[in-house]
């Protein structure tokens, strides 16, 4: 029996691939599949993967054209459904797991017949002189306690928050019957959003872990974190999710956190830009929400309870600039930030 079957979806990592392979070979739960997802990567990442495979029995190589993230997943969450795993896993080419990992997540989400189990999880940025300094990431923040225990998301929409998918497990028998997909848009970015928001408003048995076992590499060049991103990629990720909410009948519930999610997602872009696109692009996201406003699909009082900064972005883009501009100087000369 597969107690887990762990997804990963490479295109061109061979740098780290050894670190993420060789955590996974060697969980202390053995019971597991290990299904890597060959999305045409052109270095020498397909070569890493049959090399495993020809060591490790529980190592399934799927290799097919370059297709995105999104569908990568897809064809992995297709394959676990196939082989029977009793949950599914998703681990970055690029990060690595502690050892005892999936065992410990494994053991929670059967003790407690889980549908979705997220963990908190640690970053990891490494520095050009070769040290390593470690950031606790924590999935709830402000609301501890609401750590280790069931939940529905559905009854405690305050949890709704933007978290990768990495780190922690899925009923596969809750994936499959809701039909839970990613979107399967070019590229390697925002896919997983969808993924988990459609997982919080449909689980009925929700546990979000204290603990951390997943250890998630900020610094790689080239990664969805760092790499240019195409903010039309945002929107359409926004489209995928509110026709899912439609066809459910679940937009008028889920209105707020929908529109609160996008808001973040177009927040942290925000500051992956150069100063000389800020402007042209707040433009485009004051208007994307002025349009929603004109529809009364959201009202200014809720959209200032989303964010002061929200607001501000639909009545004054330009004041929400030189806002953000200042608040970027203060930080630069700040005696707590510490010259590299």
Same mark, same amino acid.
């Given at each position: 029996?597969?107690?887990?079957?762990?997804?990963?979806?490479?295109?061109?990592?061979?740098?780290?691939?050894?670190?993420?392979?060789?955590? @996974?070979?060697?969980?202390?739960?053995?019971?597991? &599949?290990? +299904?890597?997802?060959?999305?045409?990567?052109?270095?020498?990442?397909?070569? %890493? =993967? #049959?090399?495993?495979?020809?060591?490790?029995?529980?190592? %399934?190589?799927?290799?097919?054209?370059?297709?995105?993230?999104?569908?990568?997943?897809?064809?992995?969450?297709?394959?676990?459904?196939?082989?029977?795993?009793?949950?599914? &896993?998703f681990a970055d080419p690029d990060d690595?797991?502690? =050892?005892?990992?999936?065992?410990?997540?494994y053991n929670i989400a059967k003790t407690?017949?889980?549908?979705? @189990?997220?963990?908190?999880?640690?970053?990891?940025?490494?520095?050009?002189?070769?040290?390593?300094? !470690?950031?606790?990431?924590?999935?709830?923040?402000?609301?501890?306690?609401?750590?280790?225990?069931?939940?529905?998301?559905?009854?405690?929409?305050?949890l709704f928050t933007m978290n990768s #998918?990495?780190?922690? =497990?899925?009923?596969?028998?809750?994936?499959?019957?809701?039909?839970?997909?990613?979107?399967?848009?070019?590229?390697?970015?925002?896919?997983?959003?969808?993924?988990?928001?459609?997982? !919080?408003? @449909?689980?009925?048995?929700?546990?979000?872990?204290?603990? *951390?076992?997943?250890?998630?590499? *900020?610094? *790689?060049?080239?990664?969805?974190?760092?790499?240019?991103?195409?903010?039309?990629?945002?929107?359409?990720?926004?489209?995928? %999710?509110?026709?899912?909410?439609?066809?459910?009948?679940?937009?008028?519930?889920?209105?707020?956190? !929908?529109?609160?999610?996008? !808001?973040?997602?177009?927040?942290?872009?925000?500051?992956?830009?150069?100063?000389?696109?800020?402007?042209?692009?707040?433009?485009?996201?004051?208007?994307?929400?002025?349009?929603? +406003?004109?529809?009364?699909?959201?009202?200014?009082?809720?959209?200032?309870?989303?964010?002061?900064?929200?607001?501000?972005?639909?009545?004054?883009?330009?004041?929400? @600039?030189?806002?953000?501009?200042?608040?970027?100087?203060?930080?630069?000369?700040?005696? =707590?930030?510490?010259?590299?």
């Amino acid at each position: 029996m597969i107690k887990v079957a762990v997804i990963v979806p490479v295109f061109n990592v061979q740098n780290y691939l050894n670190e993420c392979l060789d955590s @996974l070979i060697n969980q202390t739960l053995k019971d597991i &599949a290990i +299904i890597l997802v060959n999305d045409g990567s052109t270095d020498t990442s397909l070569d %890493i =993967l #049959n090399q495993y495979k020809e060591k490790d029995s529980r190592i %399934i190589v799927i290799d097919k054209k370059n297709s995105g993230y999104g569908d990568s997943m897809n064809v992995g969450i297709a394959k676990a459904i196939d082989i029977g795993a009793q949950y599914i &896993a998703f681990a970055d080419p690029d990060d690595y797991l502690a =050892l005892d990992g999936y065992e410990k997540l494994y053991n929670i989400a059967k003790t407690y017949d889980i549908d979705v @189990l997220r963990a908190n999880i640690t970053s990891v940025i490494t520095e050009k002189d070769g040290s390593v300094t !470690y950031f606790k990431n924590d999935s709830l923040r402000a609301m501890p306690e609401y750590y280790n225990k069931v939940l529905s998301l559905r009854e405690n929409k305050q949890l709704f928050t933007m978290n990768s #998918n990495c780190g922690g =497990l899925f009923s596969t028998d809750f994936i499959h019957k809701n039909n839970i997909l990613h979107n399967t848009t070019p590229g390697a970015s925002y896919q997983d959003t969808g993924f988990w928001f459609q997982c !919080y408003c @449909l689980s009925e048995r929700f546990y979000f872990c204290q603990d *951390r076992y997943y250890f998630y590499r *900020r610094d *790689r060049e080239g990664s969805s974190e760092n790499g240019k991103k195409d903010q039309d990629i945002i929107f359409k990720e926004y489209d995928f %999710i509110e026709k899912f909410l439609k066809r459910k009948n679940l937009f008028e519930e889920f209105r707020l956190q !929908y529109f609160a999610a996008k !808001y973040r997602s177009l927040y942290w872009y925000f500051h992956l830009l150069t100063p000389s696109k800020r402007p042209d692009y707040i433009l485009k996201v004051s208007n994307s929400f002025n349009k929603e +406003i004109k529809a009364r699909r959201l009202n200014v009082r809720e959209a200032k309870s989303i964010s002061p900064y929200l607001y501000m972005i639909i009545k004054n883009p330009d004041e929400f @600039l030189k806002v953000k501009e200042e608040e970027e100087k203060n930080k630069e000369h700040s005696p =707590l930030i510490q010259p590299k």
